[in-house]
């Protein structure tokens, strides 16, 4: 109701300029403007839509403005935080940061696109931040994942975020135990680690620099300057094309 409202007051104003001033208008002719004001609509609702599809796209636009100066103002939390697994190639001239839910069903849905685009592209930096926030085995999960990469390091914790991404099963300490064996990880040192101070202070960085960027669900992406919250409709490949024109 109020883009309606909104959309008929930018409307009126392309309206001819009436012959009294706006200001000083008398309740009959306030009335009189207003039910003008209905009638061109009515007899006119493609400009309504106009109007509102303007006031759309102007919020896309401030968005996307302040999303880019969020990305500049947290730039080092976000690419160089120093505890976050970093993949695909780490040199490459493009960063994709996601955070990830390893509960959240559209995460394990594009994960396997995601795979196949950083693969095929191998010029893509990739960073995973867990940002756990939908149920109690997603905390599980994810200090599971941080727990293992500190205990094992890089290459455990990618085939522990495979395997969890890939797991349609409930997420607890026995099936966490279990997992722990396939990777070949020391179950007992990653189930205790999962609740130290180390890997909680992990999250809870996660959770206030998700908080600072007003990230509110999952997957959230940063592609270069460029946040996406959620997958677009034609993937992420128009978002690290316009990453690459940016540098140059």
């Not at 990739?126 to 999960?141: G, H, V, Y």
């Amino acid at each position: 109701m109020k883009a309606i409202l909104t959309a008929a007051a930018l409307t009126a104003t392309a309206l001819p300029a009436l012959a009294f001033d706006p200001a000083n208008m008398s309740e009959a002719e306030k009335a009189a403007f207003g039910e003008a004001v209905r009638d061109y609509l009515m007899a006119n609702p493609d400009v309504l839509v106009e109007s509102i599809n303007v006031l759309e796209e102007r919020r896309v636009a401030d968005e996307a403005k302040n999303d880019k100066l969020l990305v500049q103002n947290n730039k080092d939390a976000i690419f160089d935080d120093g505890h976050s697994w970093v993949g695909g190639n780490p040199e490459g001239d493009v960063t994709l940061v996601e955070f990830i839910d390893y509960r959240c069903g559209v995460c394990k849905k594009v994960n396997p696109e995601l795979e196949k685009l950083i693969s095929a592209d191998g010029n893509i930096r990739w960073i995973l931040k867990e940002f756990p926030i939908l149920t109690q085995e997603s905390d599980l999960a994810a200090r599971f994942a941080v727990a293992v990469q500190q205990e094992a390091g890089a290459d455990a914790y990618k085939k522990a975020h495979d395997a969890l991404m890939e797991s349609r099963g409930p997420v607890n300490l026995e099936s966490l135990t279990a997992l722990a064996g396939e990777l070949g990880v020391d179950d007992k040192a990653v189930l205790n680690r999962m609740n130290t101070e180390e890997v909680s202070a992990v999250l809870r960085k996660n959770r206030q620099l998700a908080e600072q960027m007003s990230v509110m669900g999952t997957p959230t992406f940063i592609i270069g300057g460029e946040m996406l919250r959620g997958v677009p409709a034609d993937g992420l490949q128009g978002a690290i094309a316009r990453a690459r024109a940016e540098n140059g």
